[in-house]
């Protein structure tokens, strides 16, 4: 299977002020760097030992958005620490992560604006992950079991009403999901076949990728090598391996002044994806990104 996705990266001047020892950055919507007159969300960072305590702000009502722990200012993915938690602008909680003190993920909530449960997942001893999702109503809407060690997906679905839909699983050898859907009696409707396939993902979803781009990438490299004033859009086609390792990354444009260069470097130098799959099992695929450097 071969799964082709495109993001986007447009890379801005970071903007920073500091007061009594506040240092203080602005962001855009996708949490990149951006002007004051620009900013979507501003955080407050307080260095304490070798970490950052951060506290972010709706720039516009300047509202509380989320607490946090990183060991830098750039929002890294796998340098979060202990609990992070993101509110609504009503100020109910809109989401609660807990990373351990290495940085990676254990648990992760997701809530509707008006304070019930939406989203729930959570590692299981290094072996798998569950999912749970909920209506409004808080009646079950999605149930994930994900068994990496012996490679095997149960999932059910479930009514509004409460009602189990249908339940699928893995089949002996992992190469088909059994779907087995019920009617309201619970009475087997029908059973079928189906491929299932999931995209490679970067940990931490698009967000987390931008920002690793955004954090690494050499910035002023053109301008450095004498590029004119102007946009300089490069594309680098890549492949991600099963292990999740990144591959085979070329630019399919070559603007000069060394940009296609640090794409290519900052694309391969990537932390491991989590790869995509197919009938439960990891397939290597391909992967496109677009980033764009600006010369001012």
């Keep these: 299977m071969k799964s082709l996705f495109t993001f986007f990266l447009i890379i801005t001047v970071l903007s920073v002020s500091a007061q009594d020892g506040v240092i203080v950055k602005y962001f855009d919507s996708l949490w990149e760097s951006s002007s004051k007159e620009n900013a979507v969300y501003y955080t407050h960072f307080i260095k304490e030992d070798t970490l950052y305590k951060c506290t972010s702000y709706y720039a516009k009502s300047n509202e509380l958005y989320g607490k946090s722990t990183y060991t830098n200012m750039l929002f890294s993915c796998g340098e979060a620490r202990g609990l992070e938690r993101l509110y609504y602008q009503n100020g109910n909680l809109k989401d609660s992560t807990i990373y351990d003190n290495s940085g990676h993920f254990i648990t992760h909530y997701e809530f509707y604006e008006d304070g019930k449960i939406e989203f729930i997942t959570d590692s299981i001893n290094g072996v798998g992950r569950r999912y749970l999702s909920y209506y409004p109503n808080n009646n079950l809407k999605d149930s994930a079991l994900v068994c990496t060690l012996i490679k095997r997906v149960y999932l059910y679905t479930y009514s509004e009403s409460g009602h189990c839909d249908s339940i699928a699983k893995c089949n002996k050898d992992s190469s088909k999901l059994v779907l087995t859907c019920f009617n309201k009696d619970n ?110």
Aim: net charge positive; proline share 5%; hydrophobic share 35%.
């Design 187 to 296: 009475k087997v409707v029908h059973t079928q076949y189906k491929i299932i396939q999931a995209p490679a993902s970067f940990q931490g979803g698009s967000s987390a990728w931008g920002q690793y781009l955004n954090s690494h990438l050499n910035k002023k490299l053109p301008a450095d090598n004498g590029a004119p004033k102007g946009v300089y859009i490069i594309v680098v086609v890549f492949s991600i391996e099963k292990d999740g390792s990144i591959s085979e990354a070329t630019a399919q444009n070559n603007l000069g002044f060394g940009a296609s260069e640090e794409a290519v470097r900052i694309i391969s130098s990537s932390p491991k994806w989590i790869p995509a799959q197919e009938n439960c099992l990891p397939v290597k695929c391909k992967n496109k990104q677009q980033i764009t450097f600006v010369v001012n």
